[in-house]
């Protein structure tokens, strides 16, 4: 049973409009969570990350909101731009587990021009 | 500037024999993980080490073994390859948790 949740395989926007990608999870214990962006053919790089004690953090065009009562969260991509285009891995961890990170399966973004 | 470093990018295999994936790290990191990457999956763990000559299973152990003598460097070892083991092998490392991990680029192995 899946922990971490990334219910849309594949999404697609028109370039300069928003990303919005959705992660879900279900063990109310994670209270770190990380956004991984992946080109093909190489590893995955940190995104952007978020703490439980807060409920948006934002970097540039990037946008982590978290829900907690819905154990939920969502990254914003505003403007979305043809180089965003990457498969997105939502992952989370709980402070007593160590730093062993759950991964979704990812969400595949295309940015059309 | 590259600190995580994947031996192989590409790898093809024969079913049986035995497989080592390399992985080194030069950001003094104690904590090193190994990951295969599926379609629909995501990533799953494999095994973990937090030190060296430590080791802990992940969530897919079976058909996998490690091996981490010194502490920037952690094998992943295929003891007899089967076509289930085809994937993409990331070997990941931390010291912060705030960053998360630090991904190398992965070797996709082949097994025929």
């Known amino acids: 049973d899946q922990q971490v949740k990334q219910n849309s395989p594949s999404l697609s926007v028109q370039e300069g409009r928003i990303s919005i990608l959705n992660c879900d999870y279900t063990?109310?214990?994670?209270?770190?969570f990380l956004w991984y962006k992946k080109y093909p053919a190489e590893g995955p790089t940190f995104l952007i990350s978020i703490s439980s004690i807060k409920d948006k953090n934002e970097d540039g065009r990037f946008t982590v909101f978290l829900n907690k009562s819905a154990k939920h969260l969502s990254l914003h991509i505003v403007p979305s731009q043809p180089g965003d285009s990457a498969v997105y891995f939502c992952?989370?961890?709980?402070?007593?587990?160590?730093?062993?990170?759950?991964f979704g399966p990812g969400t595949r973004l295309s940015v059309l021009p | 500037d590259v600190k995580v470093t994947q031996s192989s990018r590409y790898l093809v295999k024969r079913t049986g024999e035995k497989v080592f994936l390399e992985c080194v790290q030069d950001?003094?990191?104690?904590?090193m993980f190994w990951y295969r990457q599926d379609p629909g999956l995501g990533l799953r763990l494999i095994y973990f080490s937090y030190d060296v000559k430590m080791k802990e299973k992940g969530d897919i152990p079976e058909g996998y073994s490690v091996s981490r003598e010194k502490k920037e460097r952690f094998s992943l070892i295929l003891e007899s390859a089967s076509t289930n083991q085809t994937s993409m092998y990331l070997c990941?490392?931390?010291?912060?948790?705030?960053?998360?991990?630090?991904f190398g680029s992965g070797t996709r192995l082949t097994v025929v």
């Open positions: 990941a490392s931390t010291g912060d948790e705030a960053y998360g991990y630090t």
């Open positions: 992952a989370a961890s709980a402070s007593d587990y160590g730093q062993n990170f759950v």
């Open positions: 950001m003094d990191h104690e904590n």
């Open positions: 063990n109310s214990m994670f209270d770190y």
